[in-house]
Nanobody, 116 residues
Framework: QVQLVESGGGLVQPGGSLRLSCAAS????????LGWYRQAPGKQRELVAR????????NYADSVRGRFTISRDNGKNTVYLQMSSLKPEDTAVYYC?????????WGQGTQVTVSS
């Protein structure tokens, strides 16, 4: 059974940086996109960034474009999210998502808190 394991969350001051990682155990067939979503308290889960399996297509939420960078290592079945210039409004639980032609796979979530 495929599992996604996230790491890299934590507490950071405004203006700081964090790097999230998400590794999948097992093989996923017909994988199309790797992505990161986030959910703040009282809000709906939203797409932060996603990247196509070939790396050609990337999409970012307007609120993070220019500050966050998504990347992937297909050989390691891993997706990364480099977050810079973090703001308090980036505080949320971040979930990685692997989207195949058949289903979505989700990580357990990692907390990111931006506060002084």
């Amino acid at each position: 059974q495929v599992q996604l394991v996230e790491s890299g969350g934590g507490l950071v001051q405004p203006g700081g940086s964090l790097r999230l990682s998400c590794a999948a155990s097992g093989s996923i067939f017909s994988l199309n996109f790797l992505g990161w979503y986030r959910q703040a308290p009282g809000k709906q889960r939203e797409l932060v960034a996603r990247i196509s399996i070939g790396g050609v297509v990337t999409n970012y939420a307007d609120s993070v474009r220019g500050r966050f960078t998504i990347s992937r290592d297909n050989g390691k079945n891993t997706v990364y999210l480099q977050m810079s210039s973090l703001k308090p409004e980036d505080t949320a639980v971040y979930y990685c998502n692997f989207k195949s032609s058949y289903r979505d796979y989700w990580g357990q979530g990692t907390q990111v808190t931006v506060s002084s």
